[in-house]
């Protein structure tokens, strides 16, 4: 059995520094850039840049 990579699904706090690395340092072709979220392609690979949540902190009490 083949295993393929088709796509990756990355989280940033900062879409558009990460959009512009993929483009302008890797070379990837830009499907769908907004700014929460851009789409790139690469010989049948796809990333995916998503601006993550800020979690927020769960402080316990001992």
Known sequence: ????????????????RLASFYR??????????????AEFENNGVVIRCLRSIPSKRVHSRN
């Open 1 to 16: 059995m083949k295993v393929q990579l088709e796509g990756i699904t990355v989280l940033s706090n900062d879409v558009s």
């Open 24 to 37: 302008e340092v890797l070379g990837f072709q830009t499907v769908v850039e907004e700014g929460h979220y």
